[in-house]
Every structure is written in structure tokens, then in C-alpha cells.
């Protein structure tokens, strides 16, 4: 049996919402995935365009997997991206997509303005340790940093930690496990990389995507 070429491009998304997102940026150029991932277990999944496939990843795996070429280009978030550090990536467009916030967020009883006035040493509970560590040094705040994986609400509600430092888009997962948000570190949204050296060698495609991406996301600006 004659093995199946390879498409020759491959994107790499996380399931959620930077999916749902992108969903519509690969219409405009033409293209539809063939499978919901929600449904199916299936990691590779094919497109209506033979030359494009789209791999699944944890969203903090997708700039690693473009980094060393696993998948040629890929959508991250800003923070996804910090932390990793961006080495080995072309960053050409922000995509304008999964927009949210990165804030600092307290227990409502939580004085957290007297804690970092009076030079207090906070506990503060995060997956972005980057980002955290350069914010409270910036502040010059003493903070020990807790490295966590999900689930960050948690940490203030058990005494693991004084603060968190997380996500935030409808504030709503805030609201439910009574914390408040006491500073707004950064905005997010998410950005199309590439790997260096694909763009090289595929340049042609990989430009088109690039353009179609660029013309849709800039004529929702206007
Ligand atoms: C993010 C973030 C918050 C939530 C914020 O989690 O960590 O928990 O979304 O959204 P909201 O302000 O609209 O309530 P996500 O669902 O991405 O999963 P994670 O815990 O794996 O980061």
C-alpha cells in the first residue's frame, strides 16, 4: 500500500478557545478542519486543504512545538509566549484572538494593599512565574513564587498562598471562589508563530496564511 504523503503544513492549536478562535481565520482562507475535538480523541487532525494539517497540543506545549519544528506554525497566547521565552519562533501577527488579562488577584478579606506597603513578603501562587517574577520585581515586592498547573483559585482559598497571578477574561471564575482582582499585570491575546526555519523552506504557503490571517484580523479593527 502507497503511504499517504504528509501534508506539508502543519499548525499546531490548543482545544478551547484558541481553537473556536481560529476556526475563522482558516475559513477566510478557504480552509475548514475535518474533525471537532471536542468529540473526537484524535490529535492530528486533517483539513479541506490536503497541504494543511492541525496538530493538538496543551497550549503550553505549542510554541516548543514549533520551536524544534513539530508543527510549522502554531497559535499561542502572549503569556503562553513569555514564558517560553520565544527563542526559535518568527512572531509575525497578532491574531486579536482569546483576548483576557493576566492579573493579581486576593481573598476579598485580603489587605493587599497594606501588604505591599508595608513591604511584606507575599506567597503568591502561579503558572506564569515569568511574568510574576518581573511584575513584583519591577514593584520591588518580595514575593516566594508557587509554581502550580491549574486550578490557581485555589491557592489563596487553602492558606497555600497570600496571591495569585492568572488569567482572567469574564472574572466570573474570581467571583465564584470569592477572590478580587487587585492589579492588572498585562493584556493577552494570541499570536501566530512559525518556525524559522519553515519559513524558509515553505515560504510561499506559509506567506499566504500570513497574509489571509493579517487582511481578516485587520478588517475586524475596522
Ligand atoms: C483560565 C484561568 C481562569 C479562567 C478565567 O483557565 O486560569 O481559571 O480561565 O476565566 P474567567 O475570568 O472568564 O472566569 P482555563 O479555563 O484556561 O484553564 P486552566 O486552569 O487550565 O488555565
Avoid at 25 to 36: F, H, N, R, S, Y
Avoid at 164 to 173: E, F, M, P, Q, R
Wanted: net charge positive; charged share 25%.
Amino acid at each position: 500500500m502507497k503511504a499517504q504523503a504528509k501534508p506539508a503544513l502543519t499548525l499546531a492549536l490548543s482545544k478551547g478557545r484558541i481553537f473556536d478562535e481560529t476556526l475563522p481565520l482558516l475559513k477566510a482562507a478557504g480552509i475548514e478542519v475535518l474533525e471537532d475535538p471536542e468529540k473526537s480523541r484524535k490529535l492530528i487532525i486533517g483539513t479541506t486543504n490536503p497541504e494543511l494539517q492541525v496538530v493538538l497540543v496543551r497550549a503550553s506545549d505549542v510554541p516548543t512545538y514549533v520551536q524544534y519544528g513539530g508543527a510549522d506554525l502554531g497559535v499561542t497566547g502572549k503569556d503562553t509566549l513569555i514564558e517560553h521565552g520565544g527563542q526559535g519562533l518568527y512572531q509575525p501577527l497578532d491574531l486579536q484572538i482569546a483576548r483576557c488579562r493576566v492579573s493579581v488577584a486576593v481573598r476579598s478579606d485580603f489587605d493587599y494593599a497594606s501588604a505591599v506597603r508595608q513591604g511584606s513578603r507575599l506567597k503568591v501562587a502561579t503558572k506564569y512565574v515569568g511574568i510574576a517574577r518581573d511584575f513584583f520585581a519591577a514593584k520591588g515586592v518580595h514575593v516566594d513564587l508557587i509554581k502550580l498547573y491549574g486550578s490557581m483559585e485555589l491557592a489563596p482559598l487553602t492558606g497555600l498562598a497570600d496571591a495569585i497571578v492568572d488569567l482572567v477574561s469574564t472574572g466570573n471564575t474570581l467571583k465564584a471562589n470569592h477572590l478580587v482582582e487587585v492589579e492588572r499585570i498585562m493584556d493577552i491575546s494570541s499570536r501566530l508563530v512559525v518556525n524559522q526555519a519553515a519559513l524558509k523552506l515553505k515560504q510561499d504557503p506559509i506567506r499566504h496564511l500570513i497574509d489571509v490571517f493579517a487582511r481578516t484580523v485587520a478588517a475586524r479593527q475596522t
